[in-house]
């Protein structure tokens, strides 16, 4: 079952990859929870998100908030129904031009083909200085 998650994930990343959303969003229960830590009044995108139509939201945010200029899973680590996934990315921030440029892990947990839970760990600090006017 893990390499079959592994490839799962994969497949959620190519989505984002291509822009189809739509893609990860089938891809989750209707009731999933999904959190980047650090808190919302120091970046938008930051906290919990409650359920399929919320982490629709979280996407429109990071179209409407960040450009990618870089984007990389680098390591896929898989457990049972976990998928750790290390990578690096870095962001614009739209609003003030400022980047952002961190490694970061994103923890997966999936049941029934499903993600029923995603967690990401990322250097909020950048975040929120990014995005001060």
Same mark, same amino acid.
């Given at each position: 079952?893990s !390499?079959? !998650?592994?490839?799962f994930? /994969?497949? #959620?990343?190519?989505a &984002?990859?291509?822009?189809?959303?739509?893609?990860?969003?089938a891809? #989750?229960?209707p009731d999933?929870d999904?959190s980047?830590?650090?808190r919302r /009044?120091?970046?938008?995108?930051?906290?919990a998100w409650k359920?399929?139509?919320e982490?629709?939201? &979280?996407?429109?945010?990071?179209?409407? #908030? /960040?450009e990618?200029v870089?984007?990389?899973?680098?390591?896929?680590?898989?457990?049972d129904?976990?998928?750790?996934v290390l990578?690096?990315? !870095?962001?614009?921030?739209?609003?003030?031009?400022?980047t952002?440029?961190?490694?970061?892990?994103?923890?997966?947990?999936?049941?029934?083909?499903?993600?029923?839970? &995603? /967690?990401? &760990?990322t250097d909020?600090?950048?975040f929120?200085?990014?995005n001060?006017?």
């Amino acid at each position: 079952m893990s !390499n079959a !998650n592994v490839t799962f994930v /994969q497949s #959620l990343y190519a989505a &984002f990859g291509r822009g189809d959303i739509a893609s990860i969003i089938a891809g #989750l229960t209707p009731d999933v929870d999904w959190s980047v830590t650090g808190r919302r /009044q120091d970046y938008p995108l930051c906290g919990a998100w409650k359920g399929a139509s919320e982490v629709q939201k &979280f996407f429109q945010g990071v179209g409407q #908030l /960040q450009e990618t200029v870089e984007f990389s899973p680098r390591e896929f680590i898989a457990d049972d129904d976990h998928v750790v996934v290390l990578g690096h990315y !870095n962001w614009k921030i739209r609003k003030t031009g400022r980047t952002v440029a961190s490694d970061w892990a994103h923890v997966f947990t999936i049941r029934g083909g499903k993600v029923v839970k &995603f /967690q990401e &760990f990322t250097d909020t600090a950048q975040f929120a200085e990014a995005n001060r006017a």
